[in-house]
Antibody
Framework: QVQLVESGGGVVQPGGSLRLSCAAS????????MHWVRQAPGKGLEWVAF????????YYADSVKGRFTISRDNSKNTLYLQMNSLRAEDTAVYYC?????????WGQGTLVTVSS | NFMLTQPHSVSESPGKTVTISCTRS????????VQWYQQRPGSSPTTVIY?????PSGVPDRFSGSIDSSSNSASLTISGLKTEDEADYYC???????????FGGGTKLTVL
């Protein structure tokens, strides 16, 4: 079955950096586009970024453009989100999600807290 | 970009039927598929409807989805409500020309 496991969250100071990972299994990772979605405490879902199956195209929300970079390693079945210049408003649970082919699958999320 | 607008909250009694709407602000609701996600407290979202009206395996047929071009909206209908259906529900669609996701603000369903 499809499984997505995020890791890499934690507490970081404003202006700091963090790299999130999403380990995928149970499907042909290299055939599907992947998203990052975040949810601030007590708030709704916010789309963050998308990468095509082969990494050829990447898309970002305006709120993270220029600070976050989405990437993937199809040989390791892993999705990444490099987050730089972090701000307090980036505090959220970050989910990876598999797109395409019907049902959207979500990971369990990893919490990022930006605080001094 | 367009927006998807959902009611902030709805409530209904067990055994009844509830419908949650999701209205698209611009562009046709029919031009891009709509998905619906259920998120119980403390859990990650799960898909209850994809591609407007398709149910993933394991989702009971009490859940159904539809779109209405006249109101430019999508709807999630849950019949025979159970207390376990109490959750936040989000609609999601795509930007017309690229794979950017747009989410509705979410609807808190209370079953009491």
């Amino acid at each position: 079955q499809v499984q997505l496991v995020e890791s890499g969250g934690g507490v970081v100071q404003p202006g700091g950096s963090l790299r999130l990972s999403c380990a995928a299994s149970g499907f042909t990772f290299s055939s599907y586009g992947m998203h990052w979605v975040r949810q601030a405490p007590g708030k709704g879902l916010e789309w963050v970024a998308f990468i095509r199956y082969d990494g050829s195209n990447k898309y970002y929300a305006d709120s993270v453009k220029g600070r976050f970079t989405i990437s993937r390693d199809n040989s390791k079945n892993t999705l990444y989100l490099q987050m730089n210049s972090l701000r307090a408003e980036d505090t959220a649970v970050y989910y990876c999600a598999k797109d395409g082919g019907g049902t959207v699958y979500w990971g369990q999320g990893t919490l990022v807290t930006v605080s001094s | 970009n367009f927006m998807l607008t959902q009611p902030h909250s709805v409530s209904e009694s067990p055994g009844k039927t509830v419908t949650i709407s999701c209205t698209r602000s611009s562009g046709s609701i029919a031009s891009n598929y709509v998905q619906w996600y259920q998120q119980r407290p403390g859990s990650s979202p799960t898909t209850v409807i994809y591609e407007d009206n398709q149910r993933p395996s394991g989702v009971p047929d009490r859940f159904s989805g539809s779109i209405d071009s006249s109101s430019n909206s999508a709807s999630l209908t849950i019949s025979g409500l159970k207390t376990e259906d109490e959750a936040d529900y989000y609609c999601q669609s795509y930007d017309s020309s690229n794979p950017i996701w747009v989410f509705g603000g979410g609807t808190k369903l209370t079953v009491l």
